[in-house]
């Protein structure tokens, strides 16, 4: 879950060729990875998830979405909170920035209907 989205930039521009009106807008925001399990899984494995957000496999698939994600934390031990549960929690913060594009369709001035001159 997200706890603050912030807007970074934003950019409009016409497409001729599609005639229609772009607007990208460039976000940020701070998220949690949670990884959960009932035996030691969680506990062994949590640095995959660091090391998988470096993967070249990630950052191909970053770029291909326009996004990015970055650890902006250490990785933080929650299974205290379970209490008397054998679950092992962890929290990993992230951020990630991330564009929204929307597009609508525009009349350009050669397709609005023309009104007869009077004298």
């Known amino acids: 879950m997200t706890a603050e989205t912030r807007i970074v930039a934003g950019n409009v521009y ?11 807008v460039l976000c940020s925001g701070a998220f949690n ?10 506990m062994t494995r949590k640095e995959e998830i660091v090391s998988s ?3 070249s496999y990630a950052l191909d698939t970053m770029e291909k979405e326009q996004c990015r ?19 092992k ?3 990993i913060p992230v951020n990630m920035m991330y564009k929204k594009t929307y597009e609508k369709s525009v009349s350009i001035f050669e397709t609005f209907p023309r009104e007869e001159e009077t004298e």
């Open 14 to 24: 016409f497409d001729a060729d599609t005639n229609k009106e772009i607007k990208e």
């Open 89 to 91: 929690r962890y929290r």
């Open 53 to 55: 957000l470096k993967s």
């Open 33 to 42: 990875i949670e990884i959960v399990s009932r035996g030691r899984d969680a």
């Open 69 to 87: 994600i970055t650890r902006t934390g250490q990785i933080l031990d929650l299974s205290a909170v379970e209490g008397a549960s054998a679950l």
